[in-house]
C-alpha cells in the first residue's frame, strides 16, 4: 500500500507520490493532526440517509496531510498504477444511491477519478456490483472538506455484510495519468490496495481513507 504524506506546497506533492510508488507495499507514515483549509462540503440530498460513514464532523471531517495514493498507470509512461479500496458495512439492509470519498487532486493529470462499489471475497473486493463512476473536478490537495461524489442507481445492500468502495483510474485514456490522494481519517478498520505487481493486499490502518455511504434504509 503507498501511504504517503500530502505536502502543504503543492509543488511537492507529485515528487512525495512520486516516491510513494517506488516503496515496497504497506509503507506507513506518520500521525498528523486535523486540518485547516476549508471549503465547505457538498450538501448531502435531504431524501437520503446515512448508510456508513467514517468521517469526522464540521471543518474537520478528514486529515488532508495524510493518505493513500491512488495513481494512474500513465502518470509517467511507466505502467505503475495504484487503486485504494474502503470496506464498509451497512447496519441494516439498504439501498446504496450515493457516496462521498475524501480523493484529493494532487495537480497531475486529468482531474477525475474512478468510483465503483464491489461485493467481498473473503476479505478482498470480489465482484463489480455497480460502477465505475466517473467523478470530476475533485477537489484540491491541502484542503477540506470537499468529496468526490458519486450518484449509484439504487443498489440493494445486505445488513451485517461487507462491501467495498474502490476508487481507481482508466488504464488508458482520459484520467489514466491522474494522481490522488484519498484522505485518511485515523480509525482502525480492514482497508485493500491493488498494485499489478502485489495483487490485493489487505491492512488494518489506523489511517483507513475517509468516506460515507448514502442512500434509503426501507
Not at 56 to 65: A, E, F, R
Not at 73 to 94: H, I, M, R
Not at 147 to 176: E, I, K, M, R
Not at 185 to 207: I, S
Request: charged share 10%.
Amino acid at each position: 500500500m503507498k501511504k504517503i504524506m500530502v505536502s502543504l506546497l503543492s509543488f511537492l506533492v507529485l515528487a512525495g507520490v512520486t516516491l510513494a510508488a517506488q516503496r515496497s507495499p504497506n509503507t506507513h507514515g506518520f500521525p498528523v493532526t486535523a486540518s485547516s483549509a476549508h471549503i465547505p462540503a457538498p450538501p448531502v440530498p435531504a431524501a437520503l440517509k446515512q448508510i456508513y460513514s467514517n468521517l469526522g464532523s464540521g471543518n474537520d471531517q478528514y486529515n488532508y496531510n495524510n493518505g493513500w495514493a491512488i495513481i494512474g498507470p500513465n502518470f509517467n509512461n511507466e505502467g505503475v498504477s495504484d487503486t485504494f479500496a474502503l470496506a464498509f458495512t451497512p447496519k441494516t439492509d439498504s439501498h446504496i444511491t450515493q457516496v462521498h470519498a475524501a480523493i484529493l487532486y494532487d495537480f497531475t493529470g486529468d482531474n477525475q477519478v474512478n468510483l465503483s462499489i464491489y461485493a467481498d471475497a473473503d476479505g478482498v473486493p470480489g465482484t463489480l456490483l455497480t460502477g465505475p463512476v466517473t467523478v470530476y473536478n475533485l477537489p484540491p490537495a491541502a484542503t477540506c472538506c470537499g468529496f468526490a461524489v458519486a450518484d449509484f442507481p439504487p443498489l440493494a445492500v445486505t445488513g451485517g455484510t461487507q462491501y467495498w468502495l474502490v476508487a481507481n483510474t482508466p488504464t488508458s485514456g482520459p484520467g489514466s495519468n491522474f494522481i490522488g490522494t484519498w484522505a485518511a481519517n485515523p480509525k482502525v478498520l480492514q482497508q485493500a490496495n491493488y498494485t499489478p505487481q502485489y495483487g490485493w493486499l489487505v491492512d488494518n490502518a489506523y489511517d483507513e481513507a475517509a468516506g460515507a455511504v448514502f442512500g434509503t434504509i426501507p
